[in-house]
C-alpha cells in the first residue's frame, strides 16, 4: 500500500479527520462568497469581534458531532476509529477558531485605530463669516420699473 | 487525554499561534491603511497557491518541531511536530482547494444566478 510517510493507521485517522475537517471549513466559506442566496444568518456575527456564525460552526461542529458519534458507538472498533478522527477534527478546528478570532480582534483594532479622515474646507472661512456673503452689486426695486439704481 | 495526545495538540496551537500571529498582524495594518502586499512575507506566489507567510506557519513550524526533535532526540517534540503538521496540512490543502476553485469559476455569483434561473 501507497505510504511514504510511514504513518500508522491512526495517524493516518488523525489526518483524515483534520483533513475533512478543513473541507468543510473552506467549502463553507467558497459557498458563502459565490452563492448570492447564502443565508444573511449565518454571515452575521454575534460579536464584532467574533467570526461569521458560519466560521464558529464549521470550526467546531465537525468535531464535537464526531466526539457524539464516538459516545452512541457500541462497537468498540468504531468507537476507536471515530475518536481518531475527533481528535484530528479538533486539532485543526479548535486552534483555527482561535486563529478567526484572534485575525478579526486585530481587524476591529485596527479599524478604531485608523485616524480618520480630514475633509477638505467646502469654503473659504474668513475671521468674519459674513464676509462670504456675496454682496448684491444691483439694487432693484419693483416699484421703478425699468429704471435701476447701481451702487 | 494521553501524554502524546496533549503533545499533538500543543504542537497545533503553537502552529495556528504563529499562523494568527502573521495574519493578525497583516489584517491589522491593512485595516490601518498600510500596503502590505508584496512585503516579506506576504508575497504571493501564485494565485491558485497559499502566499509564503501560509507555507511559513503551516509548513515551516511543523518542520522546525521535526527538525529539533530529531536532533535532540526528544520524542515529545516530534508529537508536536505531528500535531501541527496535521493542523498545517489541513490548512495548507483547504486554503489551495478554495483558491483553485475561485480561479476556475470567475464570475461565480453571476454564473450561479444563470444557473438557478435555468436559462
Redesign the interface.
Known sequence: MFNPLKMNPV?KR??LG??S???I??AN??AM?????YPQELKNRVEPHMPQNADIITSLAPPATLYVVKKISKSTDRKEKVGDMA??A???G???F??DV??Q???Q???A??PTARLPPTMAMTKYAVNNIPIPRTVSVASMGKYRVTS | MDNV?KN??IG??A???V??GL???Y???????KEMDGQFPYIGIHDAIPPVDDWIADAGVPALFYIVGKAMKKDGLIQMA??GA??G???L???T??RV??LA?PA??AR??VV?RRI
Open positions: 495517524e488523525i489526518l483534520g483533513l475537517n478543513s473541507l471549513y473552506w466559506h467558497f462568497d459565490t452563492i448570492p442566496e481528535f484530528g479538533t486539532l485543526y479548535v486552534p483555527n482561535l486563529h484572534v485575525v480582534t486585530a481587524y483594532e485596527g479599524i485605530g485608523r | 495526545e499533538m495538540l497545533a496551537f502552529t495556528s499561534a499562523d494568527m495574519e493578525a498582524n489584517v491589522y495594518n491593512k485595516s490601518l491603511g505531528k500535531g496535521i493542523y496540512v489541513s490548512q490543502a483547504g486554503i482547494l478554495y476553485a475561485r469559476s461565480p455569483a450561479y444566478v438557478n
